[in-house]
């Protein structure tokens, strides 16, 4: 759930720390010069209000609460430049601007979430997965198209990767994983019950695992060891055709496997290359470019 969410909300507020939280909601980016005191002032309220309020939210104080709360509106408030992410394109558009628009999209999505990505988390997650025996992905509907792309380029350099595109296979697998298998649970909103079944089976187990989900606290991050935030500027429904989702989860996917090939550079080019002339060896092409197997 998102700080703002929280604190539309009120859950288990006393009547000083809901009129604190309606002035934060209102304040907005407006309290980055504000401390303990300024905000008691103008709320006419004590200090200690605001303290226990910041650790009802989930934080150490109010200075932990003010930094994670600017960057959540700050990101939020900054919209995509050029087009509508969640309706890119109008229907009297040519097809060319569609185009455009698209190609838009694409720039900012990937932009967005280069953003949202931490790199100690990414170097944390490549560890992670460059350590494991196999890597069991899970998710449902149309996040598996980017999945098994990952897979496929996995399995190019003698990565084992699992997938199940079956829900009910996801639960079993999930409860026979062995040690040295790592999970991978790719959920937008964070709150799909299966995920989050699958999500406390791994946890029971000892399994590390590993979420790529929308910015904000939500179930998933409270349970998953590592977590890659992916851009959240679309809309779960409300949308033309999930395009900044799919492209932010491909993104993320592609960057984590670049990362695990960088780290043993050499025997994974040999290995790809020794598997694609033994098991692709048909593959030919009149375009010079292309085939470049000579």
Excluded: W
Excluded at 27 to 35: L, Q, S, V
Excluded at 83 to 101: G, I, L
């Amino acid at each position: 759930m998102l700080i703002k969410d929280q604190l539309r909300e009120k859950k288990n507020m006393s009547n000083n720390e809901k009129v604190v939280a309606n002035y934060l909601l209102k304040a907005d980016e407006n309290i980055e010069k504000d401390t303990v005191r300024t905000v008691a002032e103008k709320t006419y309220t004590s200090p200690s209000t605001i303290i226990r309020l910041c650790h009802k939210l989930g934080f150490t104080g109010f200075s932990d609460f003010k930094n994670k709360f600017l960057n959540e509106v700050k990101y939020f408030n900054l919209q995509f430049q050029n087009v509508d992410v969640n309706f890119p394109f109008r229907r009297e558009d040519t097809a060319r601007e569609v185009m455009s628009k698209i190609t838009d999209l694409y720039i900012e999505t990937i932009k967005d979430t280069e953003k949202v990505v931490d790199m100690r988390t990414l170097l944390r997650c490549r560890k992670i997965c460059s350590e494991s025996e196999e890597i069991h992905i899970f998710s449902y509907g149309t996040y598996l198209n980017q999945a098994y792309s990952f897979k496929e380029k996995m399995m190019k350099i003698g990565k084992k990767v699992m997938i199940s595109s079956n829900l009910n296979y996801q639960l079993y697998e999930a409860e026979i994983m062995q040690a040295g298998d790592i999970a991978i649970i790719i959920s937008y909103s964070g709150e799909t019950n299966n995920s989050l079944l699958i999500a406390k089976q791994c946890r029971k187990n000892n399994i590390p695992t590993i979420a790529i989900t929308s910015i904000g606290e939500n179930d998933l991050t409270k349970i998953c060891d590592e977590t890659l935030y992916i851009s959240t500027k679309e809309s779960l429904y409300k949308n033309i055709g999930d395009y900044s989702i799919h492209l932010s989860v491909s993104y993320v996917l592609d960057v984590l496997y670049s990362l695990i090939f960088q780290n043993d550079f050499e025997h994974f080019y040999e290995t790809k290359m020794n598997l694609a002339m033994s098991l692709e060896k048909d593959r030919r092409s009149s375009n010079s470019i292309i085939d470049n197997k000579k």
